[in-house]
């Protein structure tokens, strides 16, 4: 048990590491909690659904294609929607707000469209391979969740390091006032941002899609566990959404191993109290 047991909470580590690290580099440049982030998860596994099974175009570019298309999206709401609101010096609550219906909307359209009903993209696609590790049991697909963590984290670092753009970003984290000053078009980096961040919570429905299935509602689950894992790593810290998402993971899987595996939200959600109450800033202060 107790190998499958450190597998699964890696796996789960890993999901969570992606909606964390999206939702983390959107909210270190706008500073408000995107709650239409979960959603965008939803739209790239369900556009991976309608290309690869439904008009069976090649799976490769169907994972592509649904990428894109939530990180398209993404990138749509802010122009759309939060940059007016922003314009007009909105206040954070109402970006809330206003990302609360946005979430809605998606959710409603993407029920209309293909149904309430559970689906998966498993079918025909030839990832059913499993690996033995010390007695326990790991899927080709939960494996690829794994990698796909450790590229994109790594990926952003060397992105905030090494690149003008990633700088940019920082600068804008920093103090987006500044930022202007010294000549950033901060509008065009917060929109790059969210495609950036949204591409990467599309991939993360993407992978869950292919390892369990999915739903119309699967993008309210992953951003809670998402955000759970950015304020206990520390929020708006790619470190520390990493960090925070495993320890979630671990804690979660380890929590009901003699009980049962409907008590697992509820153990996430007492460890985000225990950590709003004695350490707000997270495992990682920003």
């Not at 979430?103 to 696609?125: D, E, G, K, Y």
């Not at 090494?162 to 901060?186: H, L, R, W, Y």
């Not at 894992?229 to 520390?234: Q, V």
């Amino acid at each position: 048990m107790l190998p499958q047991l450190i597998l699964n909470s890696i796996i789960a580590g890993s999901i969570y590491t992606l909606v964390a690290l999206g939702f983390n580099l959107i909210y270190s440049t706008t500073k408000f909690f995107n709650l239409a982030h979960g959603v965008l998860a939803a739209v790239g596994a369900y556009i991976v659904f309608f290309l690869a099974q439904m008009l069976g175009v090649d799976i490769y570019l169907s994972v592509v294609a649904g990428i894109f298309v939530a990180g398209f999206i993404g990138y749509l709401l802010d122009k759309i929607v939060y940059l007016p609101l922003r314009k007009r010096k909105a206040s954070n609550m109402v970006l809330l707000v206003a990302s609360l219906g946005a979430f809605t909307v998606i959710q409603a359209i993407i029920a209309i469209l293909f149904s309430s009903q559970f689906q998966t993209l498993s079918r025909n696609i030839g990832f059913e391979k499993t690996y033995e590790i010390f007695g326990g049991i790991i899927t080709q697909t939960q494996l690829i969740i794994f990698l796909c963590g450790i590229v994109i984290m790594a990926g952003l670092l060397i992105m905030f390091k090494k690149t003008s753009f990633g700088k940019a970003i920082v600068a804008t984290s920093d103090n987006e006032e500044v930022a202007k000053i010294v000549g950033i078009n901060t509008n065009r980096i917060i929109g790059r941002v969210f495609f950036i961040g949204s591409a990467i919570a599309g991939l993360a429905g993407i992978l869950v899609g292919f390892d369990t299935g999915i739903e119309p509602t699967m993008g309210m689950s992953l951003l809670l566990k998402g955000v759970i894992a950015s304020i206990i790593g520390g929020i708006g810290s790619v470190y520390g959404g990493v960090l925070g998402a495993f320890f979630l993971g671990f804690v979660e899987n380890f929590g009901i191993w003699q009980i049962s595996g409907e008590w697992k939200d509820a153990i996430a959600f007492a460890l985000l109290i225990i950590f709003l109450i004695f350490r707000p800033r997270g495992l990682i202060n920003k």
